[in-house]
């Protein structure tokens, strides 16, 4: 199974760009990239997957290296709204579709 | 977009009950949907993959006894928590993707408090 790491915490101010950072090493062929955001007592929400390179959406974008062993989530502006838990997942590479959920970044936006 | 939905929301009730929730997709089929379970301040756990029309697929250390999933129609997954005791209590949360691909996100249903006295 694929494994993620991220960091467990990061501090942010309102109107900052947050970039947090996943390592996939074991990433397969056919895994996408994966970001979601949870708030307490609420499911996952889905912000933002990619396979490769860039991509944007309208609430963040997901850096992709060539060698797809890491990717950035940006988060434009955060408010405090955003204070919440972000989580990179990647396929678990047999193509069932199963997520297998890392400990999740804790994102901390201070006014 | 692509909606699940779970009910209820919470649940309150005494040890020895058998508690159904229910996880429906509400604008798409969904031949698979995934059971996880979230502890106070911990990350989210699959505890089951629920294949629509055939048994389900649990992970290990997760007691299908304990733990009944029906995937009855490609809109709807149950989970029966049976016999529930207090260490049962926790936050379940299921999701569902349009299709069985990479490409396709799953979306989560916003949980079922279980708390179980």
């Known amino acids: 199974l694929a494994k993620t790491t991220q960091p467990i915490s990061m501090d942010s101010y309102e109107g900052q760009e947050v970039n947090i950072t996943c390592s996939h090493n074991?990433?397969?062929?056919?895994?996408?990239i994966t970001w979601y955001q949870q708030f307490p007592s609420q499911g996952p929400r889905f912000i933002i997957q990619?396979?490769?390179t860039k991509v944007t959406n309208e609430v963040a974008s997901l850096f992709i290296p060539a060698d797809r062993k890491s990717s950035t989530l940006s988060l434009p502006r955060v408010s405090l709204s955003d204070t919440a838990v972000y989580y990179c997942l990647v396929g678990d590479g047999s193509n069932t579709g199963k997520l297998i959920f890392g400990q999740g970044t804790t994102l901390q936006v201070k006014p | 977009g692509a909606v699940v939905s779970q009910h209820p929301s919470r649940v309150i009730c005494k040890s020895g009950t058998s508690v159904k929730i229910e996880c429906r997709s509400l604008d798409f089929q969904a031949t698979t949907m995934f059971w996880y379970r979230q502890f106070p301040k911990q990350s989210l756990m699959l505890m089951a993959t629920?294949?629509?029309?055939?048994?389900?697929?649990?992970e290990q250390g997760v007691e299908k006894d304990k733990f009944l999933i029906n995937h009855a129609s490609l809109t709807l997954s149950t989970l029966t928590v049976t016999s529930a005791h207090p260490e049962d209590s926790s936050f379940y949360i299921c999701?569902?993707?349009?299709?069985?691909?990479?490409?396709?996100?799953?979306?989560f249903g916003d949980g079922t408090r279980l708390s179980i006295l």
């Open positions: 990619g396979y490769k």
């Open positions: 629920s294949n629509e029309g055939s048994k389900a697929t649990y």
């Open positions: 999701s569902a993707s349009r299709q069985f691909q990479g490409d396709q996100p799953q979306h």
């Open positions: 074991n990433i397969a062929t056919n895994d996408y």
